[in-house]
């Protein structure tokens, strides 16, 4: 009988130990649902043992809320299944016509983008502004060319002319944040914007610089200057495309601060940069920097035969998902979503990409399509819908991937926890794994619509209740 004990005990333990943790979680749960702050709105948290699948604790599992940022946990999950931890993107450069023996260039220069979202970043040492502006003059030098006739063009024909998201605000798509996925993304598709508060609050704020200077640009600045600890509240106003950009609210008097707004045409940009770079070493361009979307417009199309002088790859998707995740780039996001689609058609768009998402997770574990209703792979979109159970599911399956590490040590930490956080209008959320004091480990995920209040107040009141997965 004693080799029937030793097992019999263990597994009533393992028993007593789960049904110990649910009431502690119900417990901390249901204090948090009475807080006045969740008076109006609703909250959702489910936890499953990572290891059996098992429910450990869910209520609301299956409403779908929107999950602000934590649907990234989603985004570079799939990518990473469909792409590849080792998939790289390609930026040519190249050129249409000949070059004389005098090296002059009675053709076109074409950037031709794959959709790369780190071409330009600072975030890698060999995809700086810098580094890449010099490694394309340095091969337009070595071809001999020293005098364009032609253009500078840049090709952002990949994604096609829609580069946002359904469902993104006015508020958002102005600023670093809200850039929207472009072919030929460039620095991030933001430039930053240097203020000097006035003297007294209500004064008007003096923009005294952008980094880099975009004379292309009509900045209409009407930043107020804001009390003091009042913080950043500028925010700028454009559209895809637009030459003028709009700067309201207002700026701490007392603040230093550089804020960051999102580049209109970054195809364009990068063209621009390249021209001017030229012209600075007395290479002449003899016509405008354009982009394909433009010469499409005026119904130009780009002359076919390119001969290719450069080719720059990108850092490995496991990199690029390790930024993603750390500092929530929706930027970053949004590419991936529309890099699913890259390998089955050539009009690539973000419905698409969702849907591959949707069709990818219902085939693996049989998630409603209906649990991610998605319109973006960022979470930026309020419009968008998931539940708790399906990103939990999510969380956990992908714990027997051979990539798994690095998609793990791309979440940040938050509360001494594992975990992607997310955070929109009156939406707090939080994903991720946690190990008990007593060695279980477990994935949950926490979202919260709709509170009132100071989302500082709320989010340490989330904490509590996951400290009790500690």
């Known amino acids: ?143 001999g060319i020293k005098k364009v006739n032609g253009r500078i063009i840049a090709d952002d024909s990949l994604f096609g002319s829609q580069t946002l998201p359904q469902g993104w605000i006015w508020q958002d798509i102005g600023n670093y944040y809200g850039a929207g996925p472009n072919s030929l993304t460039w620095h991030e598709n933001q430039f930053d914007l240097i203020f000097r508060p006035g003297k007294e609050p209500g004064d008007p704020v003096e923009l005294v610089r952008t980094e880099p200077n975009m004379a292309y640009l009509k900045i209409i600045n009407e930043v107020k200057t804001g009390r003091p600890e009042s913080g950043d509240n500028v925010y700028a106003y454009s559209a895809p495309y637009s030459d003028v950009i709009y700067l309201r609210g207002t700026y701490g008097i007392d603040l230093k601060k550089t804020i960051s707004a999102s580049v209109p045409d970054p195809a364009f940009e990068v063209a621009y940069r390249i021209q001017d770079t030229l012209k600075q070493i007395g290479i002449q361009v003899f016509k405008t920097a354009t982009t394909t979307r433009k010469l499409l417009a005026d119904k130009m199309p780009l002359i076919p035969g390119l001969k290719i002088i450069s080719v720059h790859t990108s850092p490995t998707l496991d990199k690029v998902i390790y930024w993603l995740n750390q500092k929530s780039i929706n930027l970053y996001a949004e590419h991936l979503i529309k890099m699913l689609v890259w390998k089955d058609q050539a009009d690539i768009t973000t419905a698409d990409g969702v849907q591959i998402v949707k069709d990818f997770w219902s085939k693996e574990l049989g998630i409603d399509d209906r649990e991610l209703n998605m319109y973006d792979g960022s979470g930026l979109s309020p419009g968008t819908r998931i539940t708790t159970t399906a990103m939990a599911k999510i969380l956990r399956t992908v714990k027997k991937e051979p990539w798994f590490k690095g998609y793990y040590d791309s979440f940040p930490v938050y509360n001494n926890m594992k975990m992607k956080s997310g955070t929109i209008n009156d939406v707090l959320a939080y994903a991720g794994y946690q190990t008990s004091s007593l060695g279980k480990s477990l994935v949950f995920s926490f979202i919260i619509n709709n509170y009132n209040g100071s989302s500082a107040e709320v989010k340490q009141k989330m904490f509590k209740v996951l400290d009790v997965l500690k």
């Open 1 to 143: 009988m004693r080799l029937f004990i030793i097992p019999i005990l263990c597994f009533s333990t393992l028993n007593i130990s789960a049904q110990a943790l649910n009431q502690n979680i119900k417990k901390a749960y249901s204090e948090f649902e009475k807080d006045p702050q969740l008076k109006y709105g609703i909250s959702s948290l489910t936890v499953l043992n990572a290891e059996t699948g098992e429910v450990v604790f869910s209520n609301n599992g299956s409403i779908g809320l929107a999950s602000a940022s934590t649907l990234k946990t989603v985004t570079s999950a799939t990518a990473y299944y469909l792409l590849g931890p080792d998939f790289t993107w390609e930026t040519k450069l190249g050129y249409s016509g000949t070059v004389s023996a005098d090296g002059i260039l009675d053709g076109d220069l074409i950037l031709i983008g794959s959709g790369d979202p780190t071409l330009g970043s600072w975030r890698f040492d060999q995809t700086k502004s810098d580094v890449l502006i010099k490694e394309w003059i340095d091969a337009i030098s070595q071809a």
